[in-house]
T-cell receptor, first 113, second 111 residues
Framework: DGGITQSPKYLFRKEGQNVTLSCEQN?????MYWYRQDPGQGLRLIYY???????QKGDIAEGYSVSREKKESFPLTVTSAQKNPTAFYLC????????????FGQGTRLTVV | QKEVEQDPGPLSVPEGAIVSLNCTYS??????FMWYRQYSRKGPELLMY????GNKEDGRFTAQVDKSSKYISLFIRDSQPSDSATYLCALAYNQGGKLIFGQGTELSVKP
């Protein structure tokens, strides 16, 4: 079945560590996005990529990094420079057809311990 | 000023009530308007999609866009406990473009 897969579902990070969140899609979508969700703040855009080997910063990119080496994959690294990384992270993708519908993964909950 | 504003609630209603959820936005260049529903600890799912102004109905759900007022609404008729979720409005400037989300409104429908 087509969709977006995020892994892991839960992730624990020690202070000072980098961690990488995985996002894979088999929808043949060109664009992929990473959002961060905190209670009462909706979804805030971290990074997005509209084609392979290209990506742009969103509203809250500091302390995060991404790569887009393959169309299907858009991993997010939360670096030690991100001072408050505990949050729910959502990956999404959309295509260039009639609709702009974005499909979301099921999210990764990251907790700093 | 945020591009999209949405009352975060929470909103609690009895079963069978009519629910009205709203967003306002600041840039008249937005052309695509969406409502997503998100159950707890899950990814959002598209509920309604509207291009430009007007109404769109799908079962118990009606989406309204008023571009002159920069105001969008989602109405839920005969609300059910299964409608309890967070509802997010999302706007885009162009097809396939990045989505700008509101803060989300947490809705609880009590039996």
């Amino acid at each position: 079945d087509g969709g977006i897969t995020q892994s892991p579902k839960y992730l624990f990070r020690k202070e000072g560590q980098n961690v990488t969140l995985s996002c894979e899609q088999n929808l043949n979508h060109d664009a992929m996005y990473w959002y961060r969700q905190d209670p009462g703040q909706g979804l805030r855009l971290i990074y997005y990529s509209q084609i392979v080997n290209d990506f742009q910063k969103g509203d809250i990119a500091e302390g995060y990094s991404v790569s887009r080496e393959k169309k299907e994959s858009f991993p997010l690294t939360v670096t030690s420079a991100q001072k408050n990384p505990t949050a729910f992270y959502l990956c999404a993708s959309n295509g260039q057809g009639v609709y702009t519908e974005a499909f979301f993964g099921q999210g990764t909950r990251l907790t700093v311990v | 000023q945020k591009e999209v504003e949405q009352d975060p609630g929470p909103l609690s209603v009895p079963e069978g009530a009519i629910v009205s959820l709203n967003c306002t936005y600041s840039n008249s260049a937005f052309q695509y308007f969406m409502w997503y529903r998100q159950y707890s600890r899950k990814g959002p799912e598209l509920l309604m999609y509207t291009y430009s102004s007007g109404n769109k109905e799908d079962g118990r759900f009606t989406a309204q866009v008023d571009k002159s007022s920069k105001y969008i609404s989602l109405f839920i008729r005969d609300s059910q406990p299964s409608d309890s979720a967070t509802y997010l409005c999302a706007l885009a400037y162009n097809q396939g473009g990045k989505l700008i989300f509101g803060q989300g409104t947490e809705l609880s429908v009590k039996p």
